[in-house]
């Protein structure tokens, strides 16, 4: 059973300036995308965010600039701020300003013929949405905690290279550009269109990775 609300993955910081394990670092910043896409964020996180080392290990590296740059957002706003915005991009009653749907950008609706496909990956490797969970498994962040347990997880049955690669390019890799796209380029986006472009920039170095094993 997956619970995005009760997974306390480290700071990515510590992935992205300190840690010479690509696993490790993988993990943490899909974690950090599922807390920070799942619901507002909590002024702890902020708050270890705002302080997080911006240099990473090998200078130049693709990620470097973008995780600078998310830092850089954060030191520049509050956690209070973050909330607002989070919740007028993503919140509101009736139809939010941006969805977190894949459903909603492959099929133009929601709880569509991909969230059935979704659902019938996750039978098939065992995991299942907690009951307790209010969105579809189809939820960016809900996709981003799967992966991270694909990485980090200990059953190796399940979590392992092959299945990251099958799940993301299934489920993950055809919409969520779109999904960038529709946040960056929101009028009212200001740290999450910076969040937006981390995200594009790391699921592309995601996508080259997982192409590289073909």
């Known amino acids: 059973m997956i619970d995005i609300q009760n997974t306390q993955p480290q700071p990515a910081g510590l992935a992205i300036s300190a840690s010479f394990d690509e696993e490790t670092a993988r993990a943490e910043v899909y974690g950090l995308l599922a807390q ?5 964020s909590a002024p702890e996180l902020v708050a270890e965010l705002q302080i997080a080392v911006t240099d990473a290990p090998v200078s130049g590296g693709f990620l470097e600039e ?5 830092v850089g957002a954060a030191r ?39 969230l059935a496909a979704l ?22 962040a809900y996709l981003c905690e799967v992966m991270r347990y694909l ?14 690669r099958a799940f993301y390019a299934a489920h993950m890799q055809a919409w969520s550009g779109a999904l960038c796209d529709a946040i960056a380029q929101h009028p009212r986006a200001r ?5 937006a472009e981390f995200t594009r920039a790391f699921l592309s170095v995601e996508t080259q990775g997982f192409d590289m094993l073909t």
């Open 191 to 195: 740290f999450y269109a910076v969040l």
């Open 151 to 164: 990485i980090a997880g200990d059953d190796v049955a399940v979590a392992n290279l092959t299945h990251q």
């Open 36 to 40: 920070m896409f799942y619901a507002p």
């Open 76 to 114: 520049a706003t509050t956690a209070s701020a973050m909330a607002d915005e989070y919740d007028a991009l993503f919140g509101g009653v009736g139809k939010p300003e941006v969805y977190l749907y894949g459903s909603h950008y492959l099929s133009g609706f929601l709880n569509e013929k991909p």
């Open 66 to 70: 973008p995780w600078r740059q998310l």
């Open 119 to 140: 659902r019938a990956s996750l039978a098939e490797l065992g995991l299942a949405r907690d009951e307790a969970m209010p969105e579809t498994e189809d939820h960016f």
